[in-house]
Nanobody, 113 residues
C-alpha cells in the first residue's frame, strides 16, 4: 500500500518562497508520474505541475517561471519549489501518484501580507 506524505507548507508574504516535499512509502514502481495539485477555498482542485521518473515536466501556465518540480527517485520524494508567491497561490497543495491514483493528505500554503 503506497502512502504519500506532504510537508513544507506554511505562511509566507507575497514574493516569498516555499519548498514542498512529498515522500512516498510502499512499493513504488518505475516508470511513474507524480504531480502536484492545489485547491483554493471554494474552488475545484486544479493541476499545478507533474514530473515523470525520467524527469519530464509539465506545468500549468499560472506557475510558469515561478514553480519548479523535481524528483529524487532514490528517496521516492518529489519536491515543489515555489518562488515569487502570490496571494492567489493560497491553497491546500496535494501530491498525487498518477499511476496509482493515490493522493496525499495535503499541506496548506497561505500567501498574505
Amino acid at each position: 500500500q503506497v502512502q504519500l506524505v506532504e510537508s513544507g507548507g506554511g505562511f509566507v508574504q507575497p514574493g516569498g518562497s516555499l519548498r514542498l516535499s512529498c515522500a512516498a512509502s510502499g512499493s513504488i514502481f518505475t516508470p511513474n508520474v507524480m504531480g502536484w495539485y492545489r485547491q483554493a477555498p471554494g474552488k475545484a482542485r486544479e493541476f499545478v505541475e507533474l514530473i515523470t521518473s525520467g524527469g519530464t515536466t509539465t506545468y500549468t501556465d499560472s506557475v510558469k517561471g515561478r514553480f519548479t518540480i523535481s524528483i529524487d527517485n532514490a528517496k521516492n520524494t518529489v519536491y515543489l519549489r515555489m518562488n515569487s508567491l502570490k496571494p492567489e497561490d493560497t491553497a491546500v497543495y496535494y501530491c498525487k501518484l498518477l499511476s496509482g491514483n493515490i493522493w496525499g493528505q495535503g499541506t496548506q500554503v497561505t500567501v498574505s501580507s
